[in-house]
C-alpha cells in the first residue's frame, strides 16, 4: 500500500500549505489594517513562513510598535 501513503503524504502535505496559506492571508490583513501598505519583504517573507513561524508574528501583532518589531 505504498501509493495510498504516498497520496496521504501528499494530502497531508497541500493540507498543511492550504492552512499555512489561509493564516498568511490573514496576518497580511492584519498587518495592513495596523500598519498600513505591505512592503515586499512582508509579503514574501509570509508567503515562505511555516505555520509556527505565523502563528509566532500574529502573536507579535498587538505589542509591536512598528511592522519591522512583529517579525523580531
Known amino acids: 500500500m505504498a501509493v495510498d501513503r504516498g497520496f496521504q503524504k ?20 492584519i498587518l495592513r489594517r495596523r500598519f498600513g501598505d505591505l512592503p515586499e519583504w512582508v509579503e514574501i517573507r509570509l508567503r515562505e513562513a511555516t505555520p509556527a513561524q505565523l502563528e509566532s508574528w500574529a502573536g507579535h501583532v498587538l505589542d509591536a510598535a512598528t511592522l519591522e518589531a512583529v517579525f523580531d
Open 10 to 29: 501528499g494530502l497531508d502535505e497541500g493540507k498543511i500549505r492550504g492552512i499555512a496559506q489561509g493564516r498568511a492571508e490573514l496576518l497580511a490583513r
